[in-house]
Structure formats: C-alpha cells, structure tokens
C-alpha cells in the first residue's frame, strides 16, 4: 500500500534565507532554490504562517471545525516553536500540499545538492502514511 500514500518535501532553511523566503520571496539570493522550484510548479510555504493562519481560520469560523486548533495554537504561542518553525518550509507543487512520489523523489533529489549551502540547512521527504506522522498529545486532543 505505501504505492498509494501522498508525499510533501519539506526544507529547513538558514536563517538568512529562511527571513528571505517569508518576506521576499523573490529575492536573488533565492535564486538557486527557486530555479528548482520553478522548474516543477512549487513554492515555499512557511509553516509558522501556514499554522497561523489555521488558528485564525479557527478563531474566525468556530474551533470545533478545527481539530488541531489546541495544538496548533500552542505551537505559536511557544517561542521556542515560533524560532524553529520560522525556518521550516513545506513544498506545495502546482498548488498541492502533497503529490505523487515521483514529483517528490524528483523535487528531494534536485534540492540535495544545495543542503549544507547558503541556503538549505536540512531536507527531508514525508508520506500521508498516519503511522509516520505524529499525532497531537493527549491534553489537545
């Protein structure tokens, strides 16, 4: 069955770059990263703005719609959460949070070179298999 789980790439940008990609995405020194991006119809998507807006969403149309709303709030609300998910970036292609393994394996194997750079501290390559990802605690739930 594993054939059948969704994938999403997912980079952990320098500090630098990570500012860059959240406020001027555009930039030059961006620009290896979004040549590869480009190529395949994908853009960064910041993880502390994309849990934001969820708890905004949440607060605004009611939190019981919301099943991560608890823990998602929490997350913002920790500084330590707010510095390490500042740099945290999911790569959504042709608009989608999560696609065929192939545009993943693609995507990851493109990217590789530029961990360790100037730009990408860590990459990593995540399935929709529930089994692989975590799951909120006890107390949001």
């Given at each position: 069955?594993?054939?059948?789980?969704?994938?999403?790439?997912?980079?952990?940008?320098?500090?630098?770059?990570?500012?860059?990609?959240?406020?001027?995405?555009?930039?030059?020194?961006l620009k290896?990263?979004?040549?590869?991006?480009?190529?395949?119809?994908?853009k960064l998507?910041?993880?502390?703005?994309?849990?934001?807006?969820?708890?905004a969403a949440?607060?605004?149309?009611?939190?019981?719609?919301?099943?991560?709303?608890?823990?998602?709030?929490?997350?913002?609300?920790?500084?330590?959460?707010?510095?390490?998910?500042?740099?945290?970036?999911?790569?959504?292609?042709?608009?989608?949070?999560?696609?065929?393994?192939?545009?993943?394996?693609?995507?990851?194997?493109?990217?590789?070179?530029?961990?360790?750079?100037?730009?990408?501290?860590?990459?990593?390559?995540?399935?929709?298999?529930?089994?692989?990802?975590?799951?909120?605690?006890?107390?949001?739930?």
């Open positions: 069955m594993s054939g059948d789980w969704a994938y999403q790439v997912r980079v952990n940008l320098v500090d630098e770059a990570a500012k860059l990609a959240r406020k001027d995405p555009g930039n030059p020194t290896p990263l979004n040549d590869i991006l480009a190529k395949h119809h994908a998507r910041n993880q502390l703005d994309a849990f934001s807006e969820y708890v949440a607060e605004q149309h009611g939190q019981e719609n919301f099943p991560l709303y608890k823990w998602t709030k929490a997350v913002i609300e920790d500084p330590a959460k707010i510095e390490k998910h500042s740099k945290a970036f999911s790569i959504h292609v042709a608009g989608e949070e999560v696609y065929g393994k192939d545009v993943a394996d693609a995507l990851e194997a493109e990217i590789q070179p530029l961990v360790g750079g100037p730009l990408v501290a860590r990459l990593s390559k995540h399935d929709s298999n529930p089994a692989n990802n975590p799951q909120p605690p006890a107390q949001y739930r």
